[in-house]
């Protein structure tokens, strides 16, 4: 799908100005948003994951799952060969099956961008790129924009930022927000998806807090982790983190996405996410310009149970590729 | 031609595995008639440091369990001793050269001490907590918590029973703990600790030691990083009870002193047992609009 | 066999639709008929007319079985042989020994956990999910709570002496976990018992009574004697009844009370309630709205402390309905064995008549009544989550107990009116607060004259945590500690 479509327009920060105007104005209204009881909060995530998705009602889940996943790879011994076949997995993820879909994108770091286009082209497998001196964000902010135009020069089609959490944990609610518009205004015409590395924030009302204003900073997506830290994406995170994005669009008219990255290994996990968007979000986040998981080994799991659905037989790893 | 048997090594139980003493060493435990039965492990002081570690990782695990869950987990382990009920009378026969019935008696007594223990898990804070009526505007809890890693001297006698009836109080509460066992006696104890491998028990919660008390005793007793120590173990002996308990002093562990004699294991246990490693946690609140 | 005609109430038109995903019927042996259990064995009826009624499945109004109607002279038998087996066998037992028979029923509850489930489910209508994961599992920990008390009695602070004979009545909306409630302590204590099920759910308990079998409880500690309101007066009445207990009505129990003046009978009634449930204006807004919905659809509203009175503060009541309204649309209606169905089917016809009828006072009272769009089935008994806001202290509807998913909501302005709205009833079961300030949860809880009061959070239960009433909700407690105290001396 084509980057920077949609509404794309930065309506929000028009909205927000007064808010975000001063450290003080912007802290007390992040202060002031409603509280997340835990207990509450991680019943309702766990309820949710009781559903019971069966027969058409899961293979719609699962095609639509592989169609959400960001296929990805961060390691420091990634090689463009490396790289190469995770694009080439995209877009082909079942090679028994031509009519699996593609993945939503390949996501990579930045110097790995080239690679992944050469073979994505124009597929509609989107390239993302980290950014921004992922995972740590523990560097001086010319140095991240930089790290950012980098990508976008490349071809990248979405930058997944990391936030300054030693910056967000000291209060300093201003200049993580004032990062986040630079960056976005960095990214051009590519999508922006903000990191909150969420088992650093540790607590759901920092999470709330993040959400509102990483997309009042003009985020298209939040997201929730690095998966280089544990915990990374759980459910009850990922919930209020949609609770965010809706009360947020009930607010302003505006969409932002959300995607959980990290820890999300089975079709299992990811159907429980789906029904999670679908009953906390709604029927317009399932779709994959609004919701993405960040994810590698989940994508075999998925075609293993969508091959089970198809033949009535369990599979096993030798069916499936690794790349 | 009678059937050759397989002879069972007896080794230590630490962290959830079974281990043979670091040092190397063993020593020979005959029954009461004087015949060898087997070489137990002989734990060092280094085995008495990898226990310690054991029980101190366990501790959050096994103390952020609901009481339920402990409840559960030790109802558990009286199940599978009472699946196993003729190897523990056989391994008491062997050990306290009891008569069968005898030691049949005892057995069940065991298993039925841990059922009364299983079922304080979820009770003792209502009997030893409670609100406080202070006088002024907050509310006020007193309730129980877990003191951390107990370090036990097993009883030298009574080798199941007993051994059950100074663990199981420290544990249903949520504490973990390093036991010495029985040094003429151990067999039972590590059977038991067999069970225990088996039956839910988290690895570390339980940590077996076979060997001295008088030699590892004083490591437990001198350790920083151990919060209780039982010395039910050394009844009677009244110079290593005084030492140990100087020792303990240093870090100011909390201790249940050894008895003049080896108690009445059949009798009412009381509730000290398990208060002697609890401590009480006040908290306040103000109450207001 | 899954029921063609329910259909989910989700909003969402067609994108991620839910397929039907039965729980199998198969594991549960329905008999054609069942008998009462007197002394260990199952026995028939003779009660008037046919000696026998028939129970339903609400959903489809389907006959599952016929059952026995006690008869005046078979309580009498019931209430001897539990005398015989206090007597004889239990009320001298060790502790020790009741303790473990007690554990044996709990294990064999957890053992067929599934089985009761989806049988609780047929009989009560209640959605597979909350038997399933809510009162099986409990009822499982009631009896291993209350086991490990049955030789720790002088522990307790009450004594260890029992009381005798127990006749106990219980109501239809949790059938097995009502039971639990009555036998565990009961039996921990020493004394044996009479149990009458309510008489739209009586399979559970002849399914229990089948357990206490395998479990070789002795013959007699255990009776369970069906029939309906002429079997329970017969129960309670009787000269032979050292205690009596009682979960249902507010009107059936004060009769109970006027019945056992002048005699030696102790009592305990846990009755009706209409509970309030506070929202202030910083309260966890999302959770707080989960806690709204919680509290008064669970069960399909059939639950005596259900918050059943929103007392929302004005500032918020605007948006905190608009999020319920909302969340009320993802409610799914259906076939209560579908895994994903959220509110089950109504009890009984009667039920249905009652709450119909106190809904349409409610509109006829000038309250806005609001509900999801619902297909709901042609057969069976059904009612939509439904709220009537505008609703003051005046209208019936904030008064009367409807016990069904039906909440009334009305505002407040400051804390003091909270509480005043709040208290004043004649009923004081239950009470929740939200709120993210400490002190104003305790300032509640110390001013809210209810047993059980929840703070952000609704409908807990644990068999630790002592229940009961205040008021005409009842007197005596159920849970931890505090329920003991109903069965010794």
């Known amino acids: 799908m084509p980057p920077g479509q949609g509404s794309a327009a930065s309506a929000s920060s028009a909205d927000f100005s007064d808010i975000t105007r001063t450290a003080a104005s912007l802290r007390r209204f992040l202060h002031g948003l409603p509280g997340v009881d835990q207990v509450g909060a991680e019943a309702r995530a ?126 300093h609610y201003k200049q993580v927000f004032d990062e986040i518009v630079a960056v976005r205004e960095a990214c051009g015409s590519a999508h922006l998806k903000v990191i909150f590395e969420t088992g650093e924030l540790q607590t759901y009302d920092n999470v709330r807090r993040a959400s509102w204003l990483a997309m009042m900073a003009g985020g298209h997506f939040i997201k929730t982790s690095t998966g280089k830290v544990q915990p990374a994406a759980t459910l009850p995170v990922t919930m209020v983190m949609l609770e965010a994005v809706r009360d947020f669009r009930e607010q302003t008219g505006q969409m932002v996405g959300v995607k959980p990255a990290g820890g999300i290994r089975t079709t299992k996990d990811a159907i429980k996410y789906l029904v999670m968007v679908n009953e906390v979000a709604g029927q317009d986040w399932l779709d994959p310009d609004w919701f993405r998981f960040g994810a590698s080994t989940l994508l075999n799991d998925l075609l293993m149970q969508r091959t089970k659905m198809k033949t009535g037989r369990y599979s096993g790893p030798d069916y499936f590729t690794l790349d | 031609m009678s059937r050759i048997d397989v002879r069972k090594t007896y080794k230590l139980y630490i962290g959830g595995a079974f281990p043979r003493s670091e040092s190397g060493h063993s020593y020979v435990v005959n029954d009461t008639k004087g015949t060898f039965v087997a070489n137990a492990a002989l734990a060092s002081r280094k085995d008495a440091r990898d226990a310690v570690t054991a029980a101190r990782k366990a501790f959050t695990g096994w103390s952020g369990r609901t009481a339920y869950n402990r409840a559960q987990i030790l109802y558990r382990v009286a199940e599978i001793m009472e699946d196993r009920r003729p190897q523990f009378v ?149 110079a290593l009870a005084t030492d140990l308990e100087v020792a303990a002093a240093e870090n100011l562990k909390r201790v249940r002193r050894a008895p003049a004699a080896e108690p009445d294991w059949t009798a009412d246990p009381g509730t000290d047992a398990m208060t002697a490693f609890l401590e009480t946690k006040t908290v306040w609140h103000p109450i207001g609009v | 066999m899954a029921d063609k005609n329910v259909v989910s109430t989700s909003s969402t038109t067609g994108v991620f639709e839910y397929a039907p995903a039965p729980e199998s019927r198969s594991i549960v042996d329905i008999k054609p008929s069942y008998g009462l259990f007197i002394n260990g064995e199952f026995v028939d009826g003779h009660g008037p007319g046919s000696g026998a009624f028939k129970t339903i499945n609400p959903a489809t109004e389907e006959v599952l079985a016929e059952v026995a109607e006690a008869s005046d002279a078979d309580v009498d038998k019931a209430v001897k042989a539990a005398r015989k087996a206090y007597d004889k066998v239990w009320g001298r037992m060790p502790g020790r020994d009741r303790a473990k028979y007690l554990y044996r029923i709990a294990r064999i509850i957890q053992e067929r956990g599934r089985e009761l489930a989806v049988l609780e489910s047929l009989d009560n209508g209640k959605p597979i999910k909350e038997s399933r994961d809510v009162d099986v599992p409990t009822v499982a920990a009631h009896f291993f709570y209350y086991a490990g008390w049955a030789d720790k009695l002088e522990y307790s602070g009450f004594g260890s002496t029992p009381l005798g004979v127990a006749g106990q009545v219980i109501p239809w909306n949790f059938p097995l976990l009502m039971l639990a409630w009555k036998i565990a302590p009961a039996l921990a204590c020493g004394n044996t018992v009479v149990l009458k099920p309510a008489e739209t759910t009586p399979l559970t308990a002849l399914l229990f009574a089948e357990i206490c079998q395998q479990a070789d409880l002795p013959p007699g500690v255990v009776n369970i004697v069906t029939g309906a309101g002429d079997t329970g007066r017969a129960l309670v009445s009787h000269p032979d009844v050292d205690k009596v207990a009682f979960t249902g009505s507010t009107d059936v129990g004060r009769a109970i009370a006027k019945a056992v003046a002048g005699t030696d009978k102790k009592v305990t009634l846990e009755l009706g309630g209409k509970a309030a449930n506070i929202v202030f204006d910083d309260a966890p807004i999302d959770q707080a709205v989960e806690g709204i919905v919680n509290g008064i659809f669970f069960n399909q509203g059939h639950v005596c402390c259900a918050g059943s009175r929103l007392l929302v503060q004005e500032s918020v009541a605007e948006e905190v309905l608009d999020r319920l309204k909302r969340r009320m649309s993802t409610l799914r209606v259906g076939d209560p064995l579908d895994k994903n169905t959220d509110i089950g089917a109504i009890n009984s016809a009667e039920q249905l008549a009652r709450i119909r009828e106190l809904s349409d006072i409610g509109e006829a009272e000038g309250a806005g009544r609001w509900s999801p769009a619902c297909d709901l089935p042609s057969n069976g008994f059904w009612f939509p989550p439904t709220i009537f806001t505008g609703v003051s202290q005046a209208h019936r509807i904030a008064r009367e107990e409807i016990f069904g998913p039906v909440l009334s909501v009305l505002t407040f302005r400051t804390p003091s009116e909270a509480v005043e709205k709040a208290n004043n009833t004649p009923y004081g079961l239950s009470a929740g607060v939200w709120t993210d300030k400490g002190s104003r949860i305790l300032h509640m809880a110390n001013q809210l004259r209810a047993g059980v009061v929840w703070a952000n959070t609704f409908n807990k239960f644990d068999p630790t945590s002592p229940f009961g009433g205040y008021k005409e909700s009842g007197y005596g407690r159920e849970g931890g500690r505090h329920g003991l105290e109903g069965y010794l001396r």
């Open chain 2, 90 to 238: 056989q391994a008491v026969v062997q050990s306290e050269g009891l008569a069968s019935a005898k030691a049949e008696r005892v057995v069940d007594e065991a298993i039925d001490r841990l059922v009364w223990y299983a079922g304080w898990a979820d009770k003792i804070t209502q009997v030893v907590g409670g609100a406080n009526p202070v006088a002024g505007p907050f509310f006020n809890l007193s309730t129980p918590e877990p003191t951390g890693v107990v370090a036990v001297l097993a009883p030298q006698e009574s080798s199941l029973l007993g051994l059950v009836s100074v663990v199981a109080p420290a544990i249903v509460t949520g504490n973990t703990v390093v036991v010495v066992s029985s040094y003429e006696r151990p067999l039972p104890a590590v059977t038991f600790s067999e069970v225990l491998a088996t039956s839910d028990v988290p690895g570390g919660v339980v940590n077996i030691l076979t060997g001295s008390a008088a030699t590892i005793g004083p490591w437990l007793a001198s350790h920083m990083d151990v919060n209780a120590l039982d010395l039910t173990g050394i009844a009677g002996d009244t």
């Open chain 1, 46 to 171: 766990a309820s949710l994951g009781t559903r019971s998705i069966k027969t058409t009602a899961k293979a719609f889940a699962i095609d639509l799952a592989i169609r959400m996943v960001d296929l990805t790879t961060l390691e420091g011994q990634d090689t463009p060969g490396k790289v190469r076949a995770l694009a080439a997995k995209a877009m082909h993820p079942d090679p028994a099956d031509p009519s699996c879909p593609m993945t939503a994108a390949v996501c990579v770091y930045p110097d790995m961008v080239a690679s992944a286009k050469q073979v994505l082209g124009d597929s509609g497998v989107n390239v993302a790129a980290v950014a921004t001196a992922f995972p740590s964000g523990r560097a001086a902010l010319d140095i991240k924009l930089a790290d950012t135009r980098d990508a976008v020069e490349a071809g990248a089609d979405e930058i997944d930022m990391v936030i300054d959490r030693g910056a967000f944990l000291a209060g």
